[in-house]
């Protein structure tokens, strides 16, 4: 597995932008209209990492539970399936592999319930 990136819940996506950008130093990466809102990345511009900004609107429903007040780190495989079954296979709860907003994944949380995606390269 290798981190793809981290989603942080916004609740003021343009402000949030500003701040990476304009403050930070991050570069916008990509745009990916889900419904009526954008989730937009934000990283640095020599590096593959990034935050996707997620509004707190598009997860008005929040089918896994995730906490939203605390960030999900997405993590990329090769291959979801047998990510997934060697997860479970040491014990790990994971959801089933599914379509979550046009991206296949699945989730497992840890030991503290903070919950972690994993979607194919």
């Not at 598009?58 to 007040?69: E, K, R």
């Not at 709860?93 to 979607?119: C, K, M």
Request: net charge negative; charged share 25%.
């Amino acid at each position: 597995m290798k981190v793809g990136y981290v989603v942080l819940y916004v609740t003021d996506e343009a402000a949030c932008l500003r701040f990476w950008t304009e403050q930070v130093g991050m570069v916008e990466k990509g745009r990916i209209q889900a419904g009526p809102v954008d989730v937009v990345k934000v990283g640095f511009a020599d590096q593959d990492f990034d935050f996707e900004l997620v509004p707190l609107a598009l997860m008005q429903d929040n089918p896994d539970g995730l906490d939203l007040a605390t960030p999900s780190i997405a993590f990329r495989v090769d291959d979801l399936a047998a990510t997934r079954d060697a997860l479970v296979a040491k014990g790990v709860q994971a959801t089933e592999v599914g379509d979550h907003g046009g991206i296949a994944s699945f989730a497992f949380p840890d030991n503290e319930n903070r919950w972690f995606a994993v979607i194919a390269v």
